[in-house]
């Protein structure tokens, strides 16, 4: 059920929200779509002005009557031509994404004229992509690669429309919190304090498809999920399995394939090795696509010492088994519910990461071949991100513990450090 309008969060101007569309006006025009009144009546803004840093000094911290997201409209804003010509000029590149998409690339052409763009969605990806394009750029990936990977599954036409909607719209709460926080690979180098502030946007925008847009709930909730994984290692709210829609998996899929494709050494060998390398993380009827277009890329390139890899990895399993212990050795002194709760999940996720070593037989690493050693690498850091990804889900289900069970929750999260450095 929708919340009433005028509650939080859009009863008030969102700050940063509101920095992006005045940023984004100076090269758009995006006016005022109705009067915007407070919410005891006064007239803000008159309907047919343009927006200008005037508007934000009469919203600070005026209540609204109805959100300044439906008030506004970008005139010379994001439409489906727009979208095509980004979606052509994806596909006609020499990514590694580009690949991918391309056997399907005319049936998605086709259907981006067939998206529907509602007023609050076009404004916000207007802002987005003329005061930071990167984000409108993702948006582009993640509606084509969603919408590829629905057309291998066999996807009705309605499916592939809802999940290039998403992949096009799962990344909008992002514009709510401080741009420090983005996502730009953050998963991957945010401590926890800036971790906490990017978690929520899944959540907003979750809130902002529900409350402000006439789309399905399915997407909604699908927005709200692409952060969680099968196993409760996701965020905001660790959810497993059944919990999860299938195209808030989809959606999951879409958005660690992009983050490997945004780092150092972008290939689709990497992204299959994040999406495979911890087994019940991920949803597999979505991953074989990505594995398979892996399998017809050159193989990873080399340059990496057997030797020093070895050491390595050697690192990794003794890390892994003392955190194991770490974690058995507290749930016996644990007193609060809480940190219970909190060590039965890291101890869980522990036990799928050692599954995961288990079966890339990486505990074996008596003769580890050089043209196997890249490989091996791309799988050695992945299960080091997933020891950071253990410790920021403890903390997050942790919350605020009694002081002697934060003691101890630290004293699990300098084990987990020490694995990762």
Same mark, same amino acid.
């Given at each position: 059920?929708?919340?009433?309008?005028?509650?939080?969060? $859009?009863?008030?101007?969102?700050?940063?929200?509101?920095?992006?569309?005045?940023? #984004?006006?100076?090269?758009?025009?995006?006016?005022?779509?109705?009067?915007?009144?407070?919410? +005891?009546?006064?007239?803000?803004?008159?309907?047919?002005?343009?927006?200008?840093?005037?508007?934000?000094?009469?919203?600070?911290?005026?209540?609204?009557?109805?959100?300044?997201?439906?008030?506004?409209?970008?005139?010379?804003?994001?439409?489906?031509?727009?979208?095509?010509?980004?979606?052509?000029?994806?596909?006609?590149?020499?990514?590694?994404?580009?690949?991918?998409? /391309?056997?399907?690339?005319? /049936?998605?052409?086709?259907?981006?004229?067939?998206? !529907?763009?509602?007023?609050?969605?076009?404004?916000?990806?207007?802002?987005?992509?003329?005061?930071?394009?990167?984000? $409108?750029?993702?948006?582009?990936?993640?509606? =084509?690669?969603?919408?590829?990977?629905?057309?291998?599954?066999?996807?009705?036409? *309605?499916?592939?429309?809802?999940?290039?909607?998403?992949?096009?719209?799962?990344?909008?709460?992002?514009?709510?919190?401080?741009?420090?926080?983005?996502? =730009?690979?953050?998963?991957?180098?945010?401590? $926890?304090?800036?971790?906490?502030?990017?978690?929520? &946007?899944?959540?907003?925008?979750?809130?902002?498809?529900?409350?402000?847009?006439?789309?399905?709930?399915?997407?909604?909730?699908?927005? #709200? @999920?692409? &952060? @969680?994984?099968?196993?409760?290692?996701?965020?905001?709210?660790?959810?497993q399995r059944d919990a999860l829609s299938p195209l808030g998996r989809l959606l999951a899929?879409?958005?660690?394939?992009?983050?490997?494709?945004?780092?150092?050494?972008?290939?689709?060998?990497?992204?299959?090795?994040?999406?495979?390398?911890?087994?019940?993380?991920?949803?597999?009827?979505?991953?074989?696509?990505?594995?398979?277009?892996?399998?017809?890329? !050159?193989?990873?390139?080399?340059?990496?010492?057997? =030797?020093?890899?070895?050491?390595?990895?050697?690192?990794?399993?003794?890390?892994?088994?003392?955190?194991?212990?770490?974690?058995? *050795?507290?749930?016996? +002194?644990?007193?609060?519910?809480?940190?219970?709760?909190?060590?039965?999940?890291?101890?869980?996720?522990?036990?799928?990461?050692?599954?995961?070593?288990?079966?890339?037989?990486?505990?074996?690493?008596?003769?580890? *071949?050089?043209?196997?050693?890249?490989?091996?690498?791309?799988?050695?850091?992945?299960?080091? $991100?997933?020891?950071?990804?253990? @410790? /920021?889900?403890?903390?997050?289900?942790?919350?605020?513990?009694?002081?002697?069970?934060?003691?101890?929750?630290?004293?699990?999260?300098?084990?987990?450090?020490?694995?990762?450095?």
């Amino acid at each position: 059920m929708s919340t009433p309008a005028n509650t939080a969060p $859009f009863s008030t101007a969102n700050p940063h929200a509101l920095a992006t569309i005045l940023e #984004a006006s100076q090269t758009r025009s995006i006016i005022a779509s109705r009067d915007i009144f407070d919410l +005891s009546g006064i007239k803000l803004w008159a309907r047919d002005q343009p927006v200008s840093a005037e508007l934000q000094r009469k919203l600070l911290d005026r209540k609204l009557r109805n959100p300044l997201e439906s008030c506004l409209m970008a005139e010379d804003g994001v439409t489906a031509q727009t979208l095509l010509e980004a979606t052509w000029a994806l596909v006609d590149g020499a990514s590694p994404l580009a690949a991918l998409l /391309r056997p399907q690339s005319q /049936r998605i052409l086709q259907e981006v004229a067939h998206l !529907p763009l509602h007023s609050v969605a076009q404004l916000l990806l207007t802002a987005g992509q003329a005061s930071r394009p990167e984000s $409108f750029d993702h948006a582009v990936q993640a509606m =084509a690669l969603a919408g590829t990977l629905m057309l291998q599954h066999g996807g009705t036409l *309605a499916e592939v429309r809802l999940a290039m909607l998403g992949g096009l719209l799962h990344d909008l709460g992002e514009m709510y919190i401080d741009p420090r926080y983005n996502e =730009a690979d953050a998963d991957r180098s945010l401590d $926890f304090v800036s971790y906490q502030q990017l978690v929520v &946007h899944p959540h907003v925008g979750k809130m902002l498809l529900t409350q402000l847009t006439n789309y399905p709930g399915a997407l909604a909730r699908a927005v #709200a @999920e692409h &952060h @969680e994984r099968l196993d409760g290692s996701g965020y905001p709210h660790a959810l497993q399995r059944d919990a999860l829609s299938p195209l808030g998996r989809l959606l999951a899929v879409v958005e660690t394939t992009l983050a490997v494709l945004r780092g150092d050494q972008p290939c689709l060998a990497r992204a299959s090795v994040a999406l495979r390398v911890v087994p019940g993380e991920f949803d597999l009827a979505w991953v074989g696509g990505i594995a398979e277009a892996a399998r017809v890329e !050159p193989a990873l390139a080399g340059g990496y010492e057997p =030797a020093t890899l070895k050491t390595r990895l050697a690192q990794l399993d003794d890390g892994l088994t003392a955190a194991q212990a770490c974690a058995q *050795a507290l749930d016996g +002194s644990a007193e609060s519910a809480s940190l219970k709760a909190t060590l039965t999940l890291a101890g869980h996720l522990l036990g799928r990461l050692r599954t995961g070593w288990t079966a890339s037989g990486l505990w074996c690493t008596d003769s580890v *071949a050089a043209q196997d050693a890249a490989e091996l690498d791309a799988i050695e850091n992945e299960l080091s $991100f997933r020891l950071r990804a253990i @410790e /920021r889900a403890a903390l997050l289900r942790a919350g605020e513990l009694p002081a002697e069970d934060m003691n101890r929750l630290h004293l699990l999260c300098d084990s987990l450090r020490s694995v990762v450095g």
